[in-house]
């Protein structure tokens, strides 16, 4: 079992930046692909970036060179620091973890967080 929690939510201006940390309890953290996924209101679950037990990132076209996604096996913690944010981007992002491999569909992963709240107001 892995327990993840999400914190860093907040209300940016366009433009703006943000950084969203996940902490992981339970199993080895670092055996673990780690994903950051966003549900905006009315909207499907939808994949943002990735980051494998190596190191290896994955990321969304809408947010590639915006976002940067890092972990820190020592602390049990993955990020997302948010650059660039725009009105789109408003969204609740949720922290989910599966064993090994990235994917980037939701349905994969095994574990998530509760969800943290991003507005950007434009």
């Known amino acids: 079992q892995v327990q993840l929690v999400e914190s860093g939510a907040g209300l940016v201006q366009a433009g703006g930046s943000l950084r969203l940390s996940c902490a992981a309890s339970?199993?080895?953290?670092?055996?673990?692909?780690m994903g950051w996924f966003r549900q905006a209101p009315g909207k499907e679950r939808e994949f943002v970036c990735a980051?494998?037990?190596?190191?290896?990132?994955y990321y969304a076209a809408s947010v590639r060179g915006r976002f940067t996604i890092s972990r820190d096996n020592a602390k049990n913690t993955v990020y997302l620091q948010m650059n660039g944010l725009k009105p789109e981007d408003t969204a609740v992002y949720y922290c989910?973890?599966?064993?090994?491999?990235?994917?980037?569909?939701?349905?994969?992963?095994?574990?998530w967080g509760q969800g943290a709240q991003v507005t950007v107001s434009s």
């Open positions: 980051i494998n037990w190596g190191g290896a990132t």
């Open positions: 989910a973890a599966r064993p090994n491999v990235v994917t980037t569909v939701s349905r994969d992963y095994d574990y």
């Open positions: 339970g199993r080895t953290f670092s055996n673990y692909a």
